[in-house]
């Protein structure tokens, strides 16, 4: 369920910063760096290193709509659509 609320989380209030995520769910900002990690190996976000331009402002960007989180090294996590998918399911247990 963890990994379903923090995907919910980047989806629902797009970029936060990963020490609010972390304090809101409850765990370590390195637990959400390794969950992070494996929303990405199991393609439920994607990484794009400096792929953003316009990390500071969004509104003309052709990807606002799925950038949920630009961290503070350059890298966007971008929400697939197999991630909306997955965060939309009901209840059950984490894969």
Request: glycine share 10%; hydrophobic share 35%.
């Amino acid at each position: 369920m963890m990994i379903r609320k923090i995907l919910k989380i980047i989806i629902s209030r797009g970029m936060l910063d990963k020490n609010q995520i972390a304090r809101e769910v409850g765990i370590q900002v390195e637990t959400l760096d390794d969950i992070i990690r494996l929303l990405v190996e199991r393609g439920y976000l994607r990484r794009e290193i400096n792929g953003c331009e316009m990390a500071s402002s969004c509104s003309g960007c052709h990807n606002a709509s799925g950038c949920n989180m630009v961290t503070q090294t350059g890298q966007v996590l971008y929400v697939t659509e197999k991630g909306k998918t997955y965060a939309s399911k009901n209840g059950g247990e984490d894969e």
